[in-house]
């Protein structure tokens, strides 16, 4: 008896529903705002998107290089009118590495210096600081420090400091070192300070602030007072690490004067002064010259007498091309006084 007035209100109810719903044109635009959604106590703004099913149906086909290669490009490119901020990829700058120059440069010097550091006289002796290339490369600072740190702490160094002293102490010639064992041990002290000292700062620290090449670069050809000369010179001029041109020796000079202050501080009170440090920095300066003329004329002496070469081969590159040089030259005056000469009109 009730059936057809409950049909007439569910008819009326969902005849008002369906007219109550957004038409397509009205869900485009601006809607009234609708109300939050609480899901477990949380509003549904709240709860993570759920992941998108991708489909690949069976039928589609395979996408080719080219648009793969476009979405990629479209995907870096940013679009007109956005930030920097928006596109990240964009704002990332490039890798910059080091110049290839530099680091041939860098890694060629490290080549050449540890070749340095094999280099004996009579295979015992080190002689670090002499190279006999014609293709050197300047030394970084801290190759500069690894190669006078490497001759200060060689055994051989220790050795001819106890070497020195035994020779002072034979004669004596320091009695505030007193004599006996205890005087010997500060005679042995000082004699390696001398060369510690005066290599750090001649061969490592000065020539870092200088700009300058420590080491003594052989000639290894020419006449013999030729290569006397220049070695003798290597300890007043040297080559400045970028122009590679000579300069005075700034490094070698004033370490040795340099060494000889610090000396003060460890020698007996008769051995000190003004005076004596700098005639003893002048002193040891020659002694470098001598040094200079020994290291030029070695791999001579050691081909000659003991059948080795010291260079590998080096000089005698050297002297072929000399050769090579002066028969160019021969042959160009020849060249020039063979042609006739035109008679002037």
């Known amino acids: 008896m009730h059936l057809p007035s409950r049909l007439l209100a569910l008819t ?23 109300p939050t959604i609480v899901i477990a106590g949380e509003p549904a703004d709240a709860v993570p998107d759920a992941p998108r099913p991708q489909f690949a149906p069976a039928l589609a086909e395979p996408a080719s290089e080219a648009s793969a290669s476009g979405d990629a490009q479209a995907q870096q ?25 530099a680091q041939s440069q860098r890694d060629k010097a490290s080549q050449q210096v540890k070749e340095e550091e094999q280099q004996r006289v009579l295979g015992v002796v080190p002689n670090f600081n002499t190279t006999y290339r014609s293709d050197t490369v300047s030394l970084s600072p801290s190759q500069k420090l690894q190669l006078a740190f490497r001759s200060s702490v060689d055994p051989v160094t220790f050795a001819v400091a ?3 002293a035994g020779y002072h102490e034979a004669l004596d010639d320091d009695p505030g070192f007193r004599w006996g064992i205890e005087g010997y041990g500060r005679r042995t002290g000082a004699a390696y300070l001398d060369a510690f000292d005066g290599t750090m700062l001649g061969n490592g620290l000065l020539p870092i602030v200088f700009r300058q090449d420590p080491r ?14 220049y070695a003798m010179a290597t300890s007043f001029i040297c080559k400045h690490d970028n122009t590679g041109k000579w300069e005075p020796n700034y490094s070698n ?3 040795n004067i340099a060494a000889g202050a610090i000396s003060n501080l460890y020698y007996p009170d008769q051995n000190t002064g003004i005076g004596l440090t700098i005639s003893n920095g002048m002193i040891v300066t020659a002694e470098g010259m001598a040094g200079g003329v020994f290291a030029e004329f070695w791999p001579d002496l050691s081909r000659k007498f003991l059948h080795r070469d010291p260079t590998h081969g080096l000089d005698a590159q050297v002297r072929a091309q000399d050769a090579e040089e002066k028969a160019a030259r021969k042959a160009a005056r020849q060249k020039q006084q063979n042609q006739p000469q035109s008679d002037p009109q």
């Open 253 to 255: 000079v004033l370490g």
């Open 12 to 34: 009326f109810a969902a005849a008002w529903g369906l007219a109550a719903l957004p038409t397509p044109a009205a869900a485009q635009g601006a809607g009234p705002e609708l």
């Open 216 to 229: 003594y670069f052989r000639l290894g050809h020419g006449t013999a007072t030729h290569r006397v000369l």
């Open 162 to 164: 106890f070497l020195v």
């Open 77 to 101: 490119t940013p679009a007109p009118g956005s930030s920097p901020a928006q596109n990240p990829q964009a704002q990332t700058p490039p890798a910059q590495a080091p110049p290839p120059d």
